[in-house]
């Protein structure tokens, strides 16, 4: 076959329009496009929006500002989404875990005319470009930034996050996700010329055709939230498919909804103002106990759908909505894993492990749940630990870490549902039904503002590497187990089997030996799950860097995409060619 030959031609085709360059968002957020997309590919620190929640870096009344606009939504229909197409209804059941009640209202979404105008919104946004798209996409996170300290509140009282946590994994750190989506989505859409002159050698003169490439996005994308991480784990999804041209329709989790209503207000107010249709962004609320996921996940005009909750319904979308053609991207439950074969820093391990076992309450998707432990005990700098000794000293340390109730809930925060909390409430009988023993009880904590929060510490229960019923299942919140191994090659063969069959987002390794290291790096691509090694200073393996790490991987139960890789981008748009001779 003939060698080709392309160009880009000057023209800027139909992937392009000749009003890209002039739009004044494009003019204002260049700079900040070229420069996340610089991090993106070199995969560097980069953060566009500030996590300390000071007023000194969101200005002198923004904390106070924040909290008065959470308190006027409150008990009130949440006005700025009545523009949506609705039943005449409004729908709300959030109760805070902190014992509040909301009283939010929302419009019910009338699904079918919804869906009409997310229909007709989208040639003008698809035809726009993709430049001109992403510009409009981060003056949206801008503008949701601007609202940090009100959206803190949101995601506080429906998630049960501490406040500064609620800040920044809800604020800055999700808008710094969200900006990642974007850029990537960008980067792959510009991977494609708008028009080139072919060429191909011919006898005489070569043989000329002109071809355009026409970005197309795939149809409206449904975002389905979870309870824990409102923003955090929809903005991926959320700003992947608005970037990529395609309509969006948020779907929060019931007790989680204000979050997301803030964040569709704002979307939909800057694509007004853009010159856009605030239909490219809708909001469908519900009550609790409904089917509206579902519903939605099957509506005929629905072709992408992110989630992110329990495996249950993950599966279900993966089988079942998928089979209709709609791309399912899913973030689901895991096991997460530690592996524990020697230390030279002692006390910096067992402080990072008692601050990520602490964390929300062990309510994220990124906590460490199973540690494995060899019988034959642990190296330290501190001298040899029997396996018992190193349970004692990390249920010690998880205990200092929480000792006082005013600062431990400024971690812990408050459990999310009554699943978590009846685990966390009686350990002992968890323990006794899984046949391990308790090392360290989960305790009671007092909330000193919100008497009605259920708060308690991290749990640590021992059972050995046989009783696999144990730990072979996700025990979502503060109860963690200590799994007694034959030693450290039968903990990596485990943690790789249990991984690739199971799950698991994160994956920790504490370890002296360089062959020991070497093999968690093999059993960790082995399980396809990201590994963080000897994790002794302010870095935790709960945490994950926007523009530097992967949140997942993809490679296995756990999730089947990765926050932002090319996966989850390119495929939300398809291109269109149009050829002819020159």
Known sequence: ???????????????????????????????????????????????????????????ETAPEDGLRAHDRTLHHDFGALADQPS????????????????????????VDAAMAAARAALPAWRDAGAQVRA??????????????????HAVMHTSGQPFVMSFQAGGPHAQDRALEAVVAALEEQERIPASVTWEKPARGEPIRMQKDYRIVPRGVALVIGCNTFPTWNAYPGLFASLATGNPVVVK??????????????????????????????QLAAE????????????????????????????????TEAAAGGRLVYTEKAGLNTVVVDSTDDLRGMLGNLAFSFSLYSGQMCTAPQNVYVPATGVDTDEGHLSAEEFGTRLGAAISRFTADDAKAVEILGATVNDDVRS????????????????????????????????????????????????????????????????????????????????????????????????AARDAAAEAGVSLSENLTGQVFVNQTAAFSDYHGTGANPAANAAYADAAFVANRFRVVTSRRHV
């Open 1 to 59: 076959m003939s060698e080709t030959a392309t160009k880009p031609t000057d023209d800027t085709g139909p992937a392009r329009t000749t009003t890209a360059a002039g739009h004044p968002l494009l003019d204002r957020h260049r700079e900040t496009l070229e420069q996340a997309g610089t991090a993106l590919r070199e995969r560097s620190w980069f953060s566009r929006y500030p996590e300390s929640p000071s007023p000194r870096v969101y200005g």
């Open 87 to 110: 039943t005449g209804r409004t729908v709300g059941s959030e109760v805070s875990p902190y014992g509040p009640w909301l009283g939010v209202r929302y419009p019910e979404l009338d």
């Open 135 to 152: 510009a409009v996409c981060v003056e949206i996170v801008d503008r949701i930034n601007a609202r940090s300290h009100e959206l803190a």
């Open 252 to 281: 929060p989790h019931p007790r989680a909804v204000l979050p997301l209503a803030i964040t569709v207000a704002v979307a939909r107010e800057v694509l007004a103002e853009a010159g856009f249709d605030r239909a490219l962004v």
């Open 287 to 318: 009550d609790d106990g409904g089917t509206l996921a579902k519903d939605l996940a099957l509506h005929p005009d629905v072709r992408i759908v992110d989630y992110t909750g329990g495996p249950g319904f993950g599966h279900w979308l993966e």
């Open 423 to 518: 685990r966390a409430t009686d350990v002992p009988a968890l323990a006794q039904r899984l046949g391990g023993q308790v090392v360290l009880d989960a305790r009671e904590v007092h909330h000193p503002t919100y008497p009605d929060a259920v708060v308690r510490t991290p749990a640590l229960v021992a059972v050995d590497a046989a009783d696999e019923a144990a730990y072979t299942q996700e025990c979502f919140g503060p109860v963690a187990f200590l799994v007694r191994t034959a030693d450290t090659e039968e903990s990596l063969r485990i943690f790789a089997a249990t991984v690739r069959e199971h799950g698991g987002m994160t994956a920790a390794v504490y370890s002296t030996s360089a062959d020991v290291l070497d």
